[in-house]
């Protein structure tokens, strides 16, 4: 059993930058493909960075391409997602999810994806 666990979330200006993490206790996070999705309110839940488990190969939705950064840090235990310049349409609760199989990684198909955290409240003022 993977559980996850998300942390960081909280209310921010548009302009702002903020800090997410997601952690499992006592595994290396980079056996897994991580993602991090959210959900506006309303909205679907959507993609929006993912990480490739070994290479470290990263991904991302467009609109957040070059404000976002993903990563695994502390000795791979904890997955982060760095976001500057928030705007208030990255308003959602944001989950970490892990793939824990190999094959073709369909990034933003949710089924692919074995383990899910709780979320964590991000909202942005205008």
């Known amino acids: 059993q993977v559980r996850l666990v998300e942390s960081g979330g909280t209310l921010v200006q548009a302009g702002d930058s903020l800090t997410l993490s997601c952690t499992e206790s006592g595994r290396l996070l980079s056996v897994y493909n991580m993602a991090w999705f959210r959900q506006a309110p309303e909205k679907e839940r959507e993609f929006v960075s993912g990480i490739a488990r070994f290479s470290g190969t990263t991904y991302y939705k467009d609109s957040v391409k070059g404000r976002f950064t993903i990563s695994r840090v502390n000795a791979e235990k904890t997955l982060t997602l760095q976001m500057n310049s928030l705007k208030p349409e990255d308003t959602g609760v944001y989950y970490c999810?892990?793939?824990?199989?190999?094959?073709?990684?369909?990034?933003?198909?949710?089924?692919?994806?074995?383990?899910w955290g709780q979320g964590t409240q991000v909202t942005v003022s205008s």
């Open positions: 999810a892990a793939r824990t199989g190999g094959g073709n990684w369909d990034l933003d198909n949710e089924k692919q994806y074995d383990f």
